[in-house]
């Protein structure tokens, strides 16, 4: 009995001591708040997809109509097409990138990131729009880069073109296609437009050729570049190896050459509505080099984690505080994620950017 | 009118704790011992036996398993009960950094018998290590730090002296200053139970005696109470002696060049008048199997 | 009261000890070369200069006192984890000399209870370790004042700071004593129990680095009722800067501190109550 009468005393000393400590003590963490991260298709995104099939189906190939260089031709489909995703020019070894405009627009970023140029600029936008004729925050549906060469869609009947391409020549290209170029200044970049739906703005006047061609079916598209399926998020695209390397900076060239040698192929989706929660998906031909790079990763997150919350760079803390590294059959991911109330902190001091209803859904 | 019991043990039994909570030795099975107040109680028994577990016992050292205990009439757990205890444990180990006046000096103040330098010389002479009282203890041969134990153990004059192997270490002349204090002790009316492997030590000075094997006390009582079998005699002749008048008289031969015979103290006046008659010189007698020794090696016999 | 003349008892031993006598030496000799070898030498041009200018130009502002500072910091925190480093290697022996066979006998036999000898041991080395402490940190306290002409109770409050540190990790070492009858398992306890101490005092920082689960949960759940060792030493170098004291968090590290060490001895009690020897 009394044996049992001290444990039960030193059972409560010891709580009394863990209670009165952490009455002054820092809480541990930041409360986090639970973000999803862009796994597949949802149900709105496959209505989306099929709404924007507007063109007929590609035709057959015909024998021996390649550019040269060019990927080969799609075989012939039942399926209707997306122009802009028929657009996109094959770019062997450059990233394609796909930014849904208008849905970004709607999100909590976008909202944020607009009340905050309005707040800096409160004319931005109509200025833009009185001189372009473009309403950017309505007309834009998509935007697309595929290497060097840009792709958009939208609504663009109100647009002036003369002003756009200051200096250029409009020239009738095709049934539906106009090309804007600075005559003389062949390194300038050419401006394509397919109806008032698409607009390719490519480094060279053969791209953009190509591109209207494509448009009106008197080349064969490649295959997509960028499959539907993929294309979810309010970004996304297909980053292939060689291209991983010249995103890092010089500070960090040997962890871009590690990761360029170990994936051939990066698979991005950021879905922004709410939350911001990017994931990159890494393929590569060797497992056991995927295997280290991810621990790698998840290395440098850590390390880069705590190297902000010592040098009190909150804005790095808050983004590599959701990130984590996660291993899958073959390849990996890699989630970063800030979450809403994260994203309203950091545009706390853009004047006028303050927390407000929630955007409505696409 | 029943006298007041000094140690009281019932049914006392002690199981040591075995490797990852199995059950260990069983150190003593159910021991009952009565120990009047004032008398000397020697306590004796084979190795392994149990006696000093039975002693640590006593003492709360170790915690009985089963069994009472009752100490001159109270709990042994209680201070106020070990306060009147004087007790000198088998393994003796003092601070080897301290004088004998220190450690008697720390005993004094544990049992705020408020006593002065002088009073514990007084200690120390009477074991006689006055002349060392002012060195560490850490020179000490195990004889005098045995002495300065005893001195520990009589210091304030306990109702209760446990002593186990209290002459350990002691050359033939400190066991006979130990004997003396202990029945100085005795006298002044202290009860004493004395735990040793010297019997001859133990039955000069107990007179009462318990003997215990294997866990358990298998006789009690006064020496001729525990003595077993029938008087024998053990006799020596000078040369010479007749052998046919010797054996005639009933002398049978026994070891080491003795003559043995049973019986009585008539039968050997009898028998020694017959030899004497006869021309024999006699140069030797003693009794025979009537000691400690004879009655443990008979206790143990009788143990399975 | 018995358990007073336990720790008396206690420290009467420590002084018959000669090593122990050999370390008072040895930081008396310690004190001596620090007076006699510190040069100060930029800190005097600066106290010079200071106190040529410092009282004119600022009025109630003592550069002398700021310029010493950082002295005073690093003399605080070393006094502190120096002081908790020998006290787990002064006092590993003391415990398991009581328990050992033929001690131990003797004192069970004495009239004290047992839990009055187990806080005995723990007040006397409390005591011993104080004593040093405050003789040390005095020590420096008055080298650092015949030297810079500045009074600054840092090194003893260091010094006394690092004796409560103390005293929650010798009541882990007097547990382990207890458990185990040994030395060296008692210093390593206590080497052991400073290191936890020290990481309890980061947990915050240090929870981050467990991945959100079960793994940070049990991190933070063990780590709750220990005393922040940095923490106090913290504090310790807060003080000897002159900065203000956080009163509440101090009062709060020290009394789980003191509440933690209560549990410990509770335990040891429990233990040692109920053993055989």
């Known amino acids: ?362 | 009118m029943e006298r007041v019991l000094a140690i009281e043990a019932e049914g006392l039994e002690k199981r040591y704790p075995g490797r990852l909570g199995r059950p260990g030795p069983q150190a003593l099975r159910g021991v009952d011992l009565r120990v009047p107040a004032g008398a000397a109680f020697g306590l004796i028994g084979p190795n392994g036996a149990g006696k000093t577990t039975f002693v640590k016992a006593l003492l709360g050292v170790v915690h009985p398993s089963a069994g009472r205990i009752r100490l001159l009439g109270g709990d042994p757990l209680d201070p106020k009960v070990r306060a009147r205890v004087g007790y000198l444990p088998e393994r003796l180990e003092l601070s080897r950094a301290w004088t004998p006046l220190e450690v008697l000096g720390s005993v004094a103040r544990f049992k705020r018998l408020g006593l002065g330098r002088a009073q514990l010389l007084s200690r120390l002479e009477e074991v006689g290590v006055a002349g060392e009282a002012t060195r560490a203890v850490g020179g000490f041969s195990k004889g005098m730090r045995q002495r300065v134990g005893l001195a520990t153990a009589l210091l304030g004059d306990p109702e209760l002296l446990v002593l186990d192997e209290p002459t350990d270490g002691l050359d033939p002349l400190g066991r006979v200053e130990v004997r003396t204090l202990l029945q100085r002790a005795l006298a002044r009316g202290a009860t004493l139970l004395l735990n040793s492997h010297l019997l001859a030590e133990t039955e000069r000075v107990c007179g009462r005696f318990g003997v215990l094997v294997a866990g358990r006390v298998v006789r009690e009582g006064p020496l001729e109470a525990l003595v077993t079998g029938g008087a024998s005699w053990r006799v020596r002749f000078a040369p010479g002696a007749p052998a046919a008048a010797l054996q005639a008289a009933g002398f049978t031969t026994g070891d080491g060049g003795a003559l043995r015979l049973a019986g009585g103290l008539a039968a050997l006046n009898a028998a020694l008048d017959a030899a004497r008659a006869a021309g024999a010189l006699v140069s030797e007698v003693a009794a025979e199997g009537q000691d400690l020794e004879a009655v443990l090696a008979a206790a143990v016999e009788g143990q399975p | 009261m018995n358990s007073l003349a336990v720790a008396l008892d206690l420290l009467r031993e420590a002084r018959s000890r000669r090593w122990v006598l050999a370390l008072a030496l040895g930081t008396t000799g310690l004190l001596l070369l620090v007076a006699f070898g510190l040069e100060l030498q930029v800190v005097d041009g600066a106290l010079a200069a200071s106190r040529f200018l410092g009282g004119r130009a600022f009025g109630d502002i003592r550069p002398a006192d700021v310029a010493l500072r950082p002295l005073f910091a690093g003399v605080a925190y070393a006094v502190f984890y120096g002081g908790v480093v020998v006290g787990v290697l002064v006092c590993a022996d003391f415990a398991p000399a009581a328990l050992a066979p033929g001690r131990i006998e003797q004192l069970l036999a004495l009239p004290l209870r047992r839990a009055e000898l187990l806080l005995g041991t723990y007040l006397g080395v409390l005591l011993l370790l104080g004593g040093g402490a405050l003789y040390g940190g005095a020590g420096l306290t008055l080298i650092i004042f015949a030297k810079t002409g500045l009074f600054g109770w840092a090194p003893a409050g260091a010094a006394l700071l690092a004796v409560a540190g103390f005293g929650a990790v010798y009541a882990v070492m007097l547990l382990s004593a207890v458990a185990v009858r040994s030395a060296a398992l008692s210093g390593a306890a206590g080497g052991v129990a400073a290191v936890a101490f020290v990481v309890a005092g980061q947990r915050t920082e240090l929870a981050p680095l467990f991945a959100a689960g079960w793994g940070r949960s049990l991190f933070l759940a063990l780590s709750a009722p220990l005393p922040r060792l940095t923490g106090l030493a913290d504090h310790a170098g807060r003080l000897a800067e002159g900065r203000p004291a956080e009163l509440g968090l101090l009062g709060a590290q020290l009394g789980g501190a003191a509440l933690f060490s209560a549990a410990v001895l509770a335990l040891a009690v429990t233990l040692f109550d109920r053993k055989d020897f």
């Open chain 1, 1 to 362: 009995m009394r044996r049992r009468a001290w444990l039960l005393v030193a059972v409560l000393l010891l709580a009394a001591s863990a209670g009165l400590m952490a009455l002054v003590e820092a809480p541990v963490e930041r409360p986090r708040a639970r973000v999803a991260f862009p796994s597949r298709l949802r149900e709105a995104e496959r209505r989306r997809i099929a709404e924007r099939r507007t063109m007929p189906p590609a035709p057959a190939a015909a024998a021996g109509r390649k550019a040269p260089g060019a990927e080969p031709p799609a075989p012939a489909t039942a399926i209707r097409r997306d122009p802009f995703l028929t657009a996109l020019p094959a770019a062997p070894g450059e990233p394609v990138v796909v930014f849904e405009a208008n849905a970004l627009r709607h999100s909590r970023l976008g909202e944020l990131f607009i009340r905050c140029a309005l707040a800096r600029d409160p004319g931005v936008f109509d200025t833009l729009s009185r001189e372009t004729g473009l309403d950017v925050l309505k007309d834009v549906d998509r935007v697309g880069f595929a290497g060097e060469t840009v792709v958009v869609s939208g609504t663009f009947d109100a647009a002036r073109w003369e002003r756009l391409g200051k200096g250029s020549v409009e020239e009738r290209h095709g049934d539906e296609g106009r090309l804007y170029r600075i005559p003389g200044r062949a390194a300038s970049p050419v401006l394509a437009r397919w109806r008032d739906q698409v607009v390719v703005i490519s480094p060279d006047e053969a791209g953009a050729r190509q591109a209207l061609d494509q448009l009106e079916g008197r080349v064969p598209a490649p295959a997509p570049v960028l499959d539907e399926a993929l294309s979810y998020g309010e970004v996304y695209g297909v980053i292939p190896g060689e291209a991983v390397q010249r995103l890092f900076s010089k500070r960090d060239a040997e962890l871009g050459a590690r990761l360029a040698a170990a994936a051939s192929r990066v698979e991005l989706h950021v879905d922004a509505m709410q939350d911001v929660a990017a994931v990159l998906r890494v393929d590569g031909p060797d497992e056991a080099a995927l295997s280290e790079l991810a621990r790698s990763l998840g290395g440098a997150i850590a390390a880069g984690r705590l190297q902000a919350q010592a040098t009190g760079d909150t804005r790095l803390a808050d983004l590599l505080d959701a990130a984590r590294v996660v291993p899958e059959s073959g390849r990996f991911s890699l989630e970063l994620a800030v979450p809403a109330a994260t994203l309203e902190r950091w545009f706390e001091d853009c004047a006028g950017a303050t927390p407000s209803a929630p955007p409505p859904a696409p």
